[in-house]
């Protein structure tokens, strides 16, 4: 069995642990100025620190690795403190589709080729993916809806063609309300998208619980 190390994360074997109420170390070599944020619900709430050291409060172990570093006040090496530390993933970006994602992804590093078989009772789904020659950066999202053509391609087979509670099914779904929210909690509380355009316009051009792309329908 394992679990993780609150110190660096790493599933690490039960017997590899020790429980960090059964030790007696100073943990302040874990405090980073600057690691960790706390989640801004507004524009007007300032960026600052969680405080104290820089763990997962989830968690209750630590690694032999870690302790070996943390018992001699040094920060380990892979430890969330030195710079790993990414906090919890927040609903708004939980549920996300594959669509969904593309949506507010800031760099375009690919092309991909969607594949959608639908049986009698289940559907299964495949993915290409082709490298981009130049990866694209984005100042505004989400793109323009005719862009997605360019990068995304959806391929629907089966006995008939898809209805709409078919297409609500496949990893294409795309709901204005979760893109919006998804942005908004981004440019709020990450770095790289606080000087992100969010294009409202742009995201009212998008078909509500749909795919964002044509569907090329092929009989099976």
């Known amino acids: 069995m394992e679990t993780g190390c609150a110190i660096c994360g790493k599933l690490t074997l039960y017997s590899d642990l020790q429980k960090l109420k059964d030790l007696d170390l100073d943990l302040n070599c874990l405090i980073g100025i600057g690691v960790t944020q706390k989640e801004r619900t507004s524009s007007n709430d300032p960026i600052t620190d969680l405080g104290g050291p820089v763990i997962d409060e989830e968690l209750d172990s630590i690694c ?94 089966g006995p008939c063609k898809p209805t709409n509670s078919d297409l609500e099914r496949t990893p294409l779904l795309v709901r204005r309300k979760k893109v919006s929210a998804a942005l908004e909690w ?35």
Not at 190 to 213: Q, R
């Open 64 to 157: 032999k690795t870690c302790y070996k570093s943390v018992s001699k006040g040094k920060v380990p090496l892979m430890s969330l403190a030195n710079g790993k530390w990414l906090g919890k993933v927040p609903e708004v970006l939980k549920s996300l589709t594959f669509a969904e994602q593309l949506l507010i992804a800031r760099i375009r590093h690919n092309r991909c080729i969607i594949k959608v078989s639908s049986g009698m009772h289940k559907m299964k789904a495949n993915a290409i993916s082709f490298a981009n020659p130049m990866p694209k950066i984005y100042d505004t999202l989400p793109p323009p809806i005719d862009e997605l053509d360019d990068v995304l391609a959806f391929i629907y087979t």
């Open 186 to 220: 981004l440019k709020l509380n990450h770095l790289d998208y606080l000087d992100l355009n969010i294009s409202y316009d742009n995201l009212e051009k998008y078909p509500e619980n749909g795919p964002p792309c044509v569907i090329e329908y092929r009989e099976s």
